[in-house]
């Protein structure tokens, strides 16, 4: 047939055209009865799939099933087996809590046990001009608080008369450096940046004798306990006093100017200098309080070898059995002028991981040395902030000695301290942890600072001439640290490091750390310094 032909689900077949109709027989007699009318009825396929979707069981229905027995055991089981591993979840829990080492307590910390402090002694020499003063000052603060340290000790700066007791008034500013409202405004700055402020009160600053003659003492010590309570109450954060060894009868000066500074605030600080090296004396001195702040060149004594700092440090922190210390060369000079410059940055990373407050001169971020002639003592250099000629200098400035040049170099010795000040100030190991002296190769000191659930330092110092292997693998430590910094260019920060053939170079120090749990099972190492660092004889490192 030529077409397709559609036809209604129920037709009948009169009703299709003529040639499509089914064959008639032929008419006559012949040809029997007519076919006659046949319904045909096509299924729809739609309707009948409609119908046979599956609609779900009824509320009826499902209640019905619900309370078969089946489903009532099954039920309960699964609420059983719930039951049983919330409980057993709830008891690995409890377990773990009662067998994990309890929290330690954070120690009790003044502002000054948080950073490093940075000693300003002259402003002239600091802000690098011929008239430098305190209006110049606060234009630097910015760039203090890029150094991340915790406060300024600034001066003297008081009306001193060379050796003129009576043309000394230490409550009154020089005029050559600016008035008490300029001061004012340093301290605001200062404030909102986070950085408090020392006022040095030395007395004879400008005279032979710090403190004049010994027959004027007592008049001294008036001036003194009049001028530290009014320049608390005027906002200073504490006072320095430098040179103590030679004012007579300092303990019991010491003592009453300490009680007068702690009346008026526990948050207010009294910093003592000596140029003393000897342990004995120095003890003399902080025998005054456990609160008392001294700086002294006693580490000046070490030799500049590992050996020796190690016996230095070891036996400071032992006989000043839990106070807090402070670590300096010097009680004002700069640290190039005292420690050769290869170990510069060695001591840099020193006295920055050491357990207690660093104290630095303007200039020490930088390298700057202090430059003498023959015959007459030595004075602050000026600040080389940019690549000029400067005073103390007989031409131009090479660009990586200033600030200016080393601001950008992330191995300049710049930003090496600026690294290290702010992390002395955010890890709780190198703020208030313990300390762990490591037994390692010859002309190296090596130690541990750590606190408590974090993460531990490692610090190795090579103060020798030749490259050195650690051998710290039977130290208790775990297989690998991750190197944080080394104080000489070519290794990468993040790399690890394997303790078991950890080699140095020459005069290079590295600032490894590694977490809590590095090794199951590690022996205990002994804590070599017991103080505010540590709470026993053995703490695990682990």
Same mark, same amino acid.
């Given at each position: 047939?030529?077409?397709? +032909?559609?036809?209604?689900?129920?037709?009948?077949?009169?009703?299709?055209?003529?040639?499509?109709?089914?064959?008639?027989?032929?008419?006559?007699?012949?040809?029997?009865?007519?076919?006659?009318?046949?319904?045909?009825?096509?299924?729809?396929?739609?309707?009948?799939?409609?119908?046979?979707?599956?609609?779900?069981?009824? /509320? &009826?229905?499902?209640?019905?099933?619900?309370?078969?027995?089946?489903?009532?055991?099954?039920?309960?089981?699964?609420?059983?087996?719930?039951?049983?591993?919330?409980? !057993?979840?709830?008891?690995?829990?409890?377990?773990?809590?009662? #067998?994990?080492?309890?929290?330690?307590? @954070?120690?009790?910390?003044?502002?000054?046990?948080?950073?490093?402090?940075?000693?300003?002694?002259?402003?002239?020499?600091? &802000?690098?001009?011929?008239?430098?003063?305190?209006?110049?000052?606060?234009?630097?603060?910015?760039?203090? =608080?890029?150094?991340?340290?915790?406060?300024?000790?600034? !001066?003297?700066?008081?009306?001193?008369?060379?050796?003129?007791?009576?043309?000394?008034?230490?409550?009154? +500013?020089?005029?050559? $450096?600016?008035?008490?409202?300029?001061?004012?405004?340093?301290?605001?700055? *200062?404030? /909102?940046?986070?950085?408090?402020?020392?006022?040095?009160?030395?007395?004879?600053?400008?005279?032979?004798? =710090?403190?004049?003659?010994?027959?004027?003492?007592?008049?001294?010590?008036?001036?003194?306990?009049?001028?530290?309570?009014?320049?608390?109450?005027?906002?200073?954060?504490?006072?320095?006093?430098?040179?103590?060894?030679?004012?007579?009868?300092?303990?019991?000066?010491?003592?009453?100017?300490?009680?007068?500074? /702690?009346?008026?605030?526990?948050?207010? @600080?009294?910093?003592?200098?000596?140029?003393?090296?000897?342990?004995?004396?120095?003890?003399?001195?902080?025998?005054?309080?456990?609160?008392?702040?001294?700086?002294?060149?006693?580490?000046?004594?070490?030799?500049?070898?590992?050996?020796?700092?190690?016996?230095?440090?070891?036996?400071?922190?032992?006989?000043?059995?839990?106070?807090?210390?402070?670590?300096?060369?010097?009680?004002?000079?700069?640290?190039?002028?005292?420690?050769?410059?290869?170990?510069?940055?060695?001591?840099?990373?020193?006295?920055?991981?050491?357990?207690?407050?660093?104290?630095? %001169?303007? !200039?020490?971020?930088?390298?700057?040395?202090?430059?003498?002639?023959?015959?007459?003592?030595?004075?602050?250099?000026?600040?080389?902030?940019?690549?000029?000629? %400067? *005073?103390?200098?007989?031409?131009?400035?090479?660009?990586?000695?200033?600030?200016?040049?080393?601001?950008?170099?992330?191995?300049?010795?710049?930003?090496?301290?600026?690294?290290?000040?702010?992390?002395?100030?955010?890890?709780?190991?190198?703020?208030? !942890?313990? $300390?762990?002296?490591?037994?390692?190769?010859?002309?190296?000191?090596?130690?541990?600072?750590?606190?408590?659930?974090?993460?531990?330092?490692?610090?190795?110092?090579? $103060?020798?001439?030749?490259? &050195?292997?650690?051998?710290?693998?039977? %130290?208790?430590?775990?297989?690998?640290?991750? @190197?944080?910094? =080394?104080?000489?260019?070519?290794?990468?920060?993040?790399?690890?490091?394997?303790?078991?053939?950890? %080699?140095?170079?020459?005069?290079?120090?590295?600032?490894?750390? $590694?977490?809590?749990?590095?090794?199951?099972?590690?022996?205990?190492?002994?804590? #070599?310094?017991?103080?505010?660092?540590?709470?026993?004889?053995?703490?695990? @490192?682990?």
């Amino acid at each position: 047939m030529g077409q397709d +032909i559609k036809v209604d689900p129920e037709v009948e077949l009169s009703e299709l055209e003529a040639e499509t109709q089914p064959m008639n027989a032929a008419s006559g007699p012949a040809s029997g009865t007519e076919n006659g009318p046949v319904k045909i009825k096509v299924a729809n396929e739609e309707t009948e799939a409609e119908t046979a979707k599956f609609t779900g069981l009824s /509320k &009826q229905e499902l209640l019905k099933v619900a309370n078969n027995p089946g489903w009532v055991r099954t039920r309960w089981a699964l609420l059983l087996v719930l039951c049983v591993g919330w409980l !057993g979840m709830l008891a690995q829990a409890v377990v773990i809590i009662m #067998r994990a080492p309890p929290c330690r307590e @954070l120690p009790e910390q003044s502002w000054c046990h948080t950073g490093a402090l940075y000693r300003i002694g002259d402003l002239q020499a600091f &802000q690098g001009k011929d008239a430098g003063d305190l209006a110049g000052l606060k234009e630097h603060v910015p760039y203090l =608080s890029a150094l991340k340290v915790k406060a300024l000790v600034l !001066g003297p700066i008081h009306k001193n008369q060379k050796d003129d007791i009576d043309g000394t008034n230490l409550e009154q +500013i020089d005029p050559t $450096f600016g008035s008490k409202e300029d001061l004012d405004t340093v301290l605001q700055s *200062a404030k /909102k940046k986070g950085l408090r402020v020392i006022l040095d009160l030395t007395p004879n600053y400008r005279g032979q004798q =710090s403190w004049f003659l010994p027959s004027q003492s007592a008049t001294v010590a008036t001036k003194m306990r009049d001028a530290l309570q009014f320049w608390l109450q005027a906002g200073v954060d504490g006072v320095q006093i430098r040179d103590v060894e030679s004012l007579w009868g300092a303990p019991s000066y010491l003592a009453e100017w300490h009680n007068v500074t /702690k009346n008026f605030s526990e948050d207010r @600080l009294l910093i003592a200098g000596t140029e003393l090296s000897s342990l004995e004396e120095i003890l003399r001195l902080l025998a005054v309080s456990r609160d008392l702040l001294l700086t002294s060149s006693y580490l000046s004594a070490s030799g500049f070898t590992g050996k020796e700092t190690e016996e230095l440090v070891t036996q400071y922190l032992n006989a000043t059995d839990n106070r807090w210390c402070s670590w300096s060369l010097s009680q004002v000079g700069l640290l190039a002028s005292v420690v050769p410059a290869h170990l510069l940055r060695l001591y840099h990373l020193l006295l920055f991981t050491l357990p207690g407050t660093p104290v630095f %001169s303007s !200039g020490d971020e930088i390298g700057l040395k202090a430059a003498a002639l023959p015959g007459q003592p030595a004075k602050a250099p000026v600040m080389l902030w940019g690549g000029s000629s %400067s *005073a103390n200098t007989s031409g131009p400035v090479s660009s990586n000695l200033t600030v200016q040049g080393q601001d950008g170099d992330p191995n300049s010795l710049l930003s090496l301290f600026r690294r290290l000040s702010d992390l002395r100030g955010k890890e709780r190991a190198l703020l208030h !942890g313990d $300390f762990h002296v490591l037994s390692s190769g010859p002309d190296l000191f090596s130690y541990v600072r750590q606190w408590d659930q974090n993460k531990r330092f490692l610090v190795v110092l090579n $103060f020798g001439d030749v490259p &050195q292997a650690a051998r710290l693998g039977a %130290s208790g430590l775990p297989a690998e640290a991750e @190197l944080l910094l =080394s104080t000489h260019p070519g290794r990468k920060e993040g790399d690890r490091v394997e303790l078991d053939h950890l %080699s140095l170079k020459p005069h290079e120090g590295l600032l490894l750390h $590694f977490p809590r749990r590095g090794l199951t099972g590690a022996p205990a190492l002994p804590l #070599r310094c017991p103080g505010p660092w540590g709470s026993g004889s053995f703490l695990s @490192l682990f």
